[in-house]
């Protein structure tokens, strides 16, 4: 009997390693064709200054939407495609869309999210460099967001491809900062102009003494080496509160605005704020 049981729970086992496989293999596959099926959009999340909540930048994200399993999440997919070449193609027809999207806003930037492999692609500054001048966008309008896994192994060569890029005129961001393996040292050795703290401290800010600790470190570095900090996942009014007393620059998050289709991004550029513009607030006296 008991050894019936273990016999059974082996192959159930090795069956769902089976459908595991078979998963990320559609995952592949169906991928490879989704641009060409028009199944992939950008949405954009505004970013927004502490000062009047004015709106000074969209995240770009990636939808993708099957035919077969529905919205599949870019945490998802993007890993898949990172470990093929699959993921410049998508690269690419990001940076395309965004800079397309781009035009039609005033003046905000857009930052578009770089995966390890991407960053390190041979001629990757070349290759970004052609695709803005394509659309005829200035690089300052332009935010590359990378992790620290990207800059960790080669640090030498990441340090001077951010180099030639930020004289290029892009923006940099040091995205989800504090999760990965990046020394205190490399940091001072980067050209940035931004860190975007995780998610996961935002979230466990009110609740653990570690995460609003990280929290506030982050900040104070951030501006003591001159940089922009932004708070990602900012959900509530209260962790907004807290990150404003704490000095901090950026924020993004549901407490503002989730992730939005290119044509309501569009409406929120031109809007400026999110809120009230500043000067509507004003009571002007009557004569
Ligand atoms: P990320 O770059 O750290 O993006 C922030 C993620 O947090 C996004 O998830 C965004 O929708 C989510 N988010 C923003 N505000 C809140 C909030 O207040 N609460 C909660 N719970 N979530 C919030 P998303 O869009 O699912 O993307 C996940 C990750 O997939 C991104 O993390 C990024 O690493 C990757 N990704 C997305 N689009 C692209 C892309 O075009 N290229 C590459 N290489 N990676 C991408
Ligand atoms: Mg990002
Ligand atoms: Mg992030
Ligand atoms: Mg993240």
Not at 16 to 45: N, T
Not at 242 to 247: E, K, N, Q, W
């Amino acid at each position: 009997e008991s050894k019936r049981a273990g016999r059974g729970v082996v192959r159930v086992f090795d069956e769902s390693m089976d459908e595991s496989i078979r998963f990320r293999r559609q995952i592949e596959g169906g991928l490879s064709e989704a641009i060409a099926k028009g199944e992939l959009k950008m949405v954009y999340q505004p970013i927004i200054s502490r000062d009047g909540l004015e709106i000074i930048g969209f995240e770009a994200l990636m939808r993708w939407n099957t035919e077969e399993f529905g919205p599949i999440s870019p945490a998802m997919f993007i890993p898949i495609a990172e470990e093929s070449n699959l993921i410049h193609e998508l690269g690419d027809w990001a940076i395309d869309e965004a800079a397309k999207t781009l035009q039609q806003w005033p003046g905000q930037y857009v930052s578009v999210n770089f995966s390890p492999r991407q960053f390190r692609r041979q001629n990757f500054v070349g290759h970004i460099i052609e695709r803005v001048q394509h659309h005829g966008i200035a690089p300052d309008r332009i935010q590359i967001e990378i992790t620290e896994t990207a800059i960790f192994d080669d640090a030498e060569r990441a340090a001077e491809t951010l180099y030639r890029l930020r004289q290029m005129g892009f923006r940099i961001a040091l995205d989800d900062f504090g999760t990965g393996y990046s020394s205190l040292y490399n940091i001072r050795r980067f050209a940035l102009d931004c860190l975007k703290i995780d998610r996961s401290f935002i979230d466990g800010m009110g609740r653990e003494r570690a995460s609003a600790a990280i929290v506030h470190s982050i900040i104070h570095l951030g501006r003591a080496l001159g940089l922009e900090v932004v708070a990602e996942g900012v959900e509530t009014q209260e962790q907004l509160d807290t990150l404003l007393v704490a000095g901090c620059s950026h924020l993004q998050g549901y407490f503002f605005s989730r992730p939005v289709d290119a044509d309501i991004a569009c409406e929120l550029a031109e809007r400026r704020w999110l809120g009230t513009p500043p000067g509507d607030n004003v009571v002007t006296l009557e004569a």
